[in-house]
């Protein structure tokens, strides 16, 4: 019996349970960053604390605006190319096509709190900025045998963990992957691939 895609996987569930699929992935890495950085920090809540920073001016410069060129960059190639190129194999549109926008929000919030503590707060504080970036783009394991997707992925990883890099901010990496997520799950839902092109 061949094996099914997650692709084929996601299609026939329905959203309740895609939602209930997200949900406790994005549980299980934010229970990973913590376990992590309990054995990885010297003193837990100083070494978590030293990564956040409310600074307006920093989080304008380093996640806002490197959010925004992203999604400008983003959606110049999905208006370009084939729609093929970029396809994830309707993973992302079935996720966001049926759901309301307080949910996501919240989705997005909690994938990009999750991930980014994962990533930019412990593996890349703990591992440095290049193993950090690869091990984030080999999570979105189905952009793999997509080219344009896993370049996308790639930049935006090593892009965000620069950001990282020079600021040690986990609010801008959070600022900035929430941004794109946001932007891009209402432009599903409501633009080219939502309910607008059915």
């Given at each position: 019996m061949?094996?099914k895609?997650q692709?084929?996987l996601i299609?026939e ?5 895609i939602?209930l699929?997200l949900?406790l992935t994005?549980?299980s890495?934010?229970?990973?960053a913590?376990i992590g950085?309990?054995?990885l920090?010297d003193?837990?809540?100083s ?6 920073d409310f600074?307006?001016s ?8 490197p959010?925004l ?6 959606l110049?190639?999905v208006?370009?190319l084939?729609?093929?190129?970029y396809?994830?194999g309707?993973?992302?549109v079935?996720?966001?096509?049926n759901?309301?926008?307080i949910?996501?929000i919240g989705?997005t919030?909690l994938?990009?709190?999750s ?5 930019r707060g412990?593996l ?12 984030f ?5 189905r ?6 997707l896993?370049?996308s992925?790639l930049?935006?990883?090593f892009?965000?963990g620069?950001?990282?890099?020079v600021?040690?901010n986990?609010?801008v ?5 929430f941004l794109i997520?946001?932007?891009l ?7 080219k691939w939502g309910e607008a092109?059915?």
């Amino acid at each position: 019996m061949k094996r099914k895609s997650q692709s084929e996987l996601i299609m026939e569930m329905n959203d309740r349970e895609i939602t209930l699929q997200l949900v406790l992935t994005q549980l299980s890495i934010l229970i990973l960053a913590l376990i992590g950085s309990v054995f990885l920090f010297d003193a837990f809540w100083s070494d978590w604390s030293s990564q956040i920073d409310f600074h307006a001016s920093e989080l304008l410069v380093y996640g806002l605006i490197p959010g925004l060129m992203v999604l400008l960059i983003d959606l110049f190639l999905v208006y370009r190319l084939p729609r093929r190129m970029y396809d994830d194999g309707g993973i992302n549109v079935k996720v966001f096509k049926n759901r309301s926008s307080i949910s996501i929000i919240g989705i997005t919030l909690l994938v990009a709190v999750s991930e980014e503590m994962l990533f930019r707060g412990v593996l890349h504080a703990e591992f440095g900025y290049v193993v950090a970036s690869v091990l984030f783009a080999v999570m979105h394991i189905r952009y793999l045998t997509k080219i344009v997707l896993l370049i996308s992925v790639l930049f935006v990883s090593f892009f965000i963990g620069y950001m990282y890099e020079v600021t040690g901010n986990l609010l801008v990496t959070i600022l900035a992957h929430f941004l794109i997520d946001i932007v891009l799950a209402f432009w599903i839902r409501f633009g080219k691939w939502g309910e607008a092109d059915e």
